[in-house]
């Protein structure tokens, strides 16, 4: 497996990587450049052909190994992609890594003279006491913007998988690619994980998606460049106002190692050629045409002409170009770039509209100034005093009026003559609104009265285009507010026992704005207006003259009638029709229940299920009660609620209840339902179903013993519940998708974020009368991952995703409109259901020390070592008496516990930590979700070696900060590190060696702990989950203590449970009573039992 | 470590060796935040054009169709 690196040099992207197999320490030793000399050979640097072959482009033709020198050595043209992989990620990559040049650079990395660190991504160890940093030889691949372009954005997101398709590390170990191919007897689909994006290569894909922002906006010029002793037509970026700051953001955040090739350069330089290359490539792409049309410019053609072409022609270049000509066309292109910097001054102009005071009063616009730093945004008119902090000190002004100017009022950013400045501002804002020009007659300019409709059209044309241009506007804060939409009452029409989708229900349609309906008179009235900016219901609404002859339409044809249920949730749920949005809903009945927003609430509470072992609390009686509810109806849902409060307990309810409902009726019991979810869970849900619901007839369909062809109906026959992964769903879809399946349940639902991933499409293609989808964050990143989820849960309901996205996703992601955002909650609240562990009621439901058992299971690779150490282990044992075997035995638990975390835990090779553990993948996934929820946990190991390699490790996946706390810091740093996570500036993942940090530290800010291995002594783990849990508490804490099923782990567990008070007392001094048991009792402690492989 | 910083000052404040290898701050916080939708010409129309023509033609006159075709969802 490769870690793959990303820098810029001479104008491209240039990659590198480690390549985690050939690191053996101390074995893969080089020797780095000493002062003078030729730098040595990077110890566990892939290989140019390597790096291409992982990357799918073949390697054939790479010249590899070339030597080194200063800089960039030899290069040489890379083969034809590898025929390995198709579609996605694969494709895009190998065909990008087919245009790359193989070349070998210089690179300063930290290390000792012998070998560099390690990066955190490769999962290696290496430590050095004073690292230094010394100049090594690598080769690299070699890639031109518009190519680097294509590998950036293919690149997956942390913690995005595209199953089958995406590097490795992605997936969940053994999961779907197959990475520790925990599968041996699957079909051959699963892929080998050959490289992972370093953080640098990550962080390069960020400046791309800036690079690309910056095109679409056009915020770019062309110009003409030198390059290589030529001239050259080039695209550069305009970086004024806020992407000036995220620029400077970008540079301040680069990782050291992006400028660390071909030797030390400052972070400013390598970003502006990194971002003018990207920038110059996506302008290309995104301009395929030629300019101007007519003949090809020969090259005694006018140097312009030739420059307009090589604008978008693939060969940018301009041989031959007559100087003068040149230094005229260059001097009036760089006037023009310096022009539009100069737009980014330190002080702007400050627009605000103000609505009319009386009925025949004027629309005013009033001038004024304001610091840049809050420039660049429309706002309401809120106060419209002093206020704000643009300059940072509190009791500065954030704008000034130009009132408030004449009237001597200042502050420390106002510029020494400020009417000249705000003129200047104003003769410039004239080329975006026109209409502003009257103002500038005025030495002095405040205030332009205008009629209402410049006011409509300073309100639609120019406020949007000056505040895009860095002005700052203020808007009334109905403006850009939805307007005309539609009302849709419902009213149920008959009482029933329970509901169904084909009841008829009576309904009524009417134009509104807001709460305010519109009869068809006034819509003839406002149709007919000159101006459509309009008083209506006592508030000013923009009209759009579309909406106002869509609304005639609609109301016309289809004012009200009868229809059924189903019909009515498909309305809301598709938010409106046509130009109109549905902007209020009345409705009573079962659907007024589930539009409430407290549907678990108003919803004919369902008992608790008799076969439930286990007591479920308030808000989990009320979360069945709206699981059956919908699906009675047939319909599908989102179970959103926060982690740790009860997801699993809930969906097993549901299987449970409808199964004593149907009760001995074979005509109404259900089918079975099949259950998706991310390979680290199975153990869990195996677990949790024997527990709470042993009723239950569980089949796992995973693994190389999984039923196939004749086999495989009957098994599903026989079972309630068929619990299955992602990657098996993907591989078995044929199979699976041929039975008939009450309900599918995706588990971890954020795995189906990305609608045009094939795992996604995979769940979606298994019928099943209703879908349910469980997940602590529907929404991480963007919206779409709703849509995709909800696409899952009730096909078709949100409309199409092109839909979705423009009356959703952009008025709430670009303009946090919210209006959109009501919207959006009216048409997917009746399928959402979303608790927090912060909700009131849900407080009082909850004890204030949550203690759950979190189960894991062994990857194949952890499996074969823990029975070879078995094996190994008990020889000894039973060969051995007293003080020896005491010390085999617990030689033997420390050996296996080890196993259970990690191999590279055991082994202590410096191998690589992805995919190899089921404990590592679930600790993964669960600091994801709590950190995601804004929470912080501390995770208590009792090896401080393990916590070692989890730090970097975490750190680098995680993409937040993780401290590691070990015996062997100092009391200060102990100090700073308790400080620094106390302080709760960002949620934070603290590892704690249990022996160092188990008692005396207060650690309150955090919300969640986890024994990642146990001591086996309650008391132990109790004082050290009491760091959490203490005084200065003011929130639940959530318990979490990880256990490997059917292994010594689970065994001591349930020991413990069993005899809890005798342990108590025995096990008190450790895990010393475990070497008094016999070799017997031993050999049925360490045994490895058939469920602790998924 | 700070992306001003030397690397010869790299490990004189004890950091891990991951921070060579990181970003300074989680990568989601660099991410474009989506703009408020504006023309993708407005910096055509915001500045004086440039004395350039190409076959007669004012440069910007050329230009500003395919800027306003930049934001459009097909490119």
Redesign the interface.
């Known amino acids: 497996m490769l870690v793959v690196?990303g820098g810029w040099y001479g104008g491209r992207l240039a990659l590198w990587g480690e390549d985690v197999s050939q690191d053996r320490s101390p074995a893969s030793r080089g020797r780095a450049a000493s002062s003078g000399a030729a730098p040595g050979r990077h110890p566990f640097a892939a290989s140019a052909a390597a790096l291409a072959a992982a990357l799918g482009a073949g390697g054939s033709g790479a010249t590899g190994e070339v030597p080194g020198g200063e800089g960039i050595g030899g290069r040489g043209v890379l083969g034809e992609p590898g025929t390995e992989g198709s579609g996605g990620l694969v494709a895009t990559v190998a065909a990008v890594a087919a245009r790359a040049e193989a070349a070998e650079a210089t690179i300063?990395?930290?290390?000792s003279a012998s070998r560099p660190?390690?990066?955190?991504?490769s999962g290696l160890t290496?430590?050095?006491r004073?690292?230094?940093?010394s100049t090594w030889a690598v080769p690299v691949l070699l890639l031109r913007p518009d190519a680097a372009l294509a590998l950036l954005e293919a690149l997956p997101q942390?913690g995005e998988e595209d199953s089958g398709t995406a590097p490795g590390p992605q997936e969940a170990p053994g999961d779907g690619g197959g990475t520790s191919g925990d599968e041996p007897g699957a079909s051959g689909d699963a892929e080998e994980a050959s490289w992972e994006p370093?953080?640098?290569l990550?962080?390069l894909a960020?400046v791309a998606?800036?690079a690309r922002?910056l095109?679409?906006?056009?915020?770019?010029?062309?110009q003409l460049v030198e390059e290589d002793g030529d001239h050259a037509a080039r695209w550069r970026p305009?970086l004024i106002g806020?992407d000036a700051v995220?620029f400077r953001?970008?540079?301040?955040?680069?990782?050291?190692?992006c400028?660390?090739l071909p030797g030390?350069r400052?972070?400013a330089e390598v970003l502006e050629e990194a971002m003018e290359g990207l920038v110059d490539g996506a302008a290309r792409e995104?301009?395929p045409?030629r300019?101007?049309v007519?003949n090809r410019p020969g090259r005694k053609t006018?140097l312009?002409?030739r420059w307009?072409h090589a604008l978008t022609a693939p060969d940018a270049s301009l041989p031959g170009a007559r100087p003068a000509e040149a230094a005229a066309?260059g001097d009036?292109?760089r006037?023009?770039s310096a022009?539009?910097h100069e737009?980014d001054g330190p002080v702007r102009a400050w627009f605000r509209l103000v609505e009319p005071a009386g009925e025949d009063d004027p629309w005013k616009v009033e001038f004024g100034l304001a610091p840049a730093v809050t420039a660049g945004?429309?706002d309401d008119a809120g106060g419209g005093g002093a206020g704000g902090s643009g300059s940072g000190d509190a009791d500065e002004p954030d704008h000034l009026t130009a009132a408030r100017i004449r009237a001597g009022e200042r502050a420390s950013w106002l510029p020494e003559r400020p009417w000249e400045v705000l003129r200047a501002e104003l003769a410039?804002a004239v080329?975006?609104h026109p209409d502003l020009h009257g103002a500038l007659r005025d030495p002095e300019p405040a205030v332009m009265e205008v009629d209402t409709a410049r006011a409509f059209s300073f309100l639609r044309g120019g406020a949007?285009?000056l505040?895009?241009?860095g002005y700052v506007v203020r808007l009334p804060e109905w403006a850009g507010r939805q307007g005309l939409g539609l009302k849709l009452t419902v009213r149920a029409t008959e009482g029933r026992e329970r509901a169904g989708l084909s009841d008829r229900v009576d309904f009524r349609l009417e134009a509104a704005v807001g709460g305010h309906t519109i009869g068809e008179e006034e819509l003839s009235r406002l149709a007919g207006l000159r101006v459509p900016l309009a008083r209506v219901g006592g508030r000013w609404v923009e009209l759009d003259d579309r909406q106002l002859k869509a609304a005639l339409e609609v109301v016309g044809r289809r004012g009200g009638g009868e229809t059924t249920l189903g019909e009515m949730i498909r309305e809301i749920a598709a938010g409106g029709e046509g130009e109109l949005p549905l902007v209020a809903v009345d409705a009573d009945g079962p659907l007024g229940d589930l539009l409430s927003g407290e549907a678990d609430r108003r919803l004919t509470p369902v008992p608790t299920p008799r076969a439930l072992r286990g007591t479920l609390r308030p808000y989990q009686g009320r979360g069945l009660s709206w699981l059956s509810f919908l699906s009675g109806l047939g319909l599908g849902g989102v179970l959103a609620d926060d982690m740790g409060l009860g997801k699993t307990v809930s969906a097993l309810s549901l299987l449970l209840s409808e199964r004593e409902r149907a009760a001995g009726d074979a005509e109404e019991a259900p089918g079975p339902t099949l259950l998706v979810c991310p390979m680290s869970l199975i153990g869990n849900w195996r677990k949790e179903a024997a527990r709470f619901a042993p009723s239950l007839r569980v089949y796992v369909h995973h693994g190389g013993s999984r039923r196939r062809d004749d086999e495989l109906p009957a098994a599903v026959r026989d079972a309630d519940l068929v619990i299955t992964t992602y990657g098996t769903a993907l591989r078995d879809l044929g199979a699976l998708a041929a039975l008939r399946w009450e309900r599918v349940i995706c588990d971890e639902a954020q795995a189906i974020k990305n609608s045009a991933a094939r795992q996604s499409r995979a769940v979606r293609a298994i019928p099943a009368r209703t879908r349910l989808a469980l997940t602590g964050t529907p929404v991480e990143?963007r919206l779409s991952e709703l849509w995709s989820i909800m696409e899952f849960c009730n096909p078709g309901l949100l409309g199409p995703a092109r839909r979705f996205r423009e009356r959703y996703q952009e008025p709430i992601?670009?303009?946090r409109d919210e209006d959109a955002v009501a919207a959006l909650r009216r048409a997917t609240g009746p399928f959402v259901l979303r608790r927090l562990k912060t909700d009131r009621s849900i407080i009082t439901d909850l004890p204030e020390k949550q203690e759950m058992k979190v189960w894991c299971t062994l990857t194949p690779e952890q499996a074969e070592l823990y029975t070879a150490v078995v094996n190994d282990m008990m020889g000894r044992i039973g060969g051995s008496a007293g003080i020896e075997r005491r010390g085999n035995v617990l030689a033997a638990m420390t050996k296996l516990k080890q196993i259970c975390n990690h191999p590279a835990h055991l082994l202590r090779d410096g191998s690589r930590l992805a995919g190899r553990s089921g404990k590592l993948a679930r600790l993964e996934e669960l600091a994801g979700e709590i950190l995601a929820e804004g929470d912080s946990a501390l995770v208590f190991t009792q090896y401080a070696e393990f916590g070692a390699l989890l730090?970097?490790y975490l750190?680098?996946r995680l993409?937040?900060p993780v401290l590691w706390l070990h015996g062997g810091l100092s009391r200060s740093?102990r100090e700073e590190l308790v400080e620094r996570f106390q302080r709760g500036d960002e949620p934070t993942l603290f590892l704690l060696s249990l022996k160092a940090a188990g008692t005396g530290l207060n650690l309150t800010a955090a919300s969640h702990v986890i024994h990642v291995d146990r001591w086996w002594n309650p008391a132990v783990e109790d004082q050290a989950t009491d760091r959490a849990f203490r005084i200065g508490q003011t929130r639940n804490v959530q318990v979490r203590k990880f256990i490997c099923v059917d292994t010594l782990e689970e065994r001591i567990d349930e020991m413990i449970e069993r005899k809890r008070s005798l342990a108590e007392s025995v096990v008190g001094t450790g895990e010393d009573w475990i070497s008094e048991l016999s070799t017997d009792q031993l050999r049925e402690l360490f045994r490895l039992g058939p469920g602790a492989v998924s | 470590?700070?992306?001003?910083?030397?690397?010869?000052e790299?490990?004189e404040s004890?950091e891990?060796?991951?921070?060579?290898?990181?970003?300074?701050?989680?990568?989601?916080?660099?991410?474009?935040?989506?703009?408020?939708?504006?023309?993708?010409?407005?910096?055509?129309?915001?500045?004086?054009?440039?004395?350039?023509?190409?076959?007669h033609?004012p440069?910007v006159d050329?230009?500003r169709k395919?800027?306003r075709e930049?934001?459009s969802p097909d490119?």
């Open positions: 690196h300063r990395l930290p290390g660190l390690p990066s955190p991504e290496g430590s050095v004073g690292p230094r940093i942390p370093g953080l640098s990550r962080y960020v998606e800036h922002s095109a679409r906006r056009g915020r770019i010029l062309p305009v806020a995220a953001d970008l540079a301040a955040a680069m990782p050291p190692v400028r660390a030390e400052p972070a995104a301009l045409e300019l101007i007519g006018a312009a002409d307009l066309l009036a292109l006037g023009w022009a539009a737009l945004r429309t410039r080329r975006l949007p285009a505040a895009a241009a990143n992601e670009t303009r730090r970097p750190a680098a993409d937040r740093r | 470590m700070a992306s001003a910083e030397p690397f010869s790299f490990g004890g891990p060796a991951s921070a060579f290898y990181s970003p300074g701050v989680p990568l989601d916080r660099l991410r474009p935040q989506p703009a408020a939708a504006a023309p993708s010409d407005l910096l055509l129309r915001m500045l004086e054009p440039p004395a350039v023509r190409v076959r033609i440069l050329l230009l395919p800027y930049l934001g490119r």
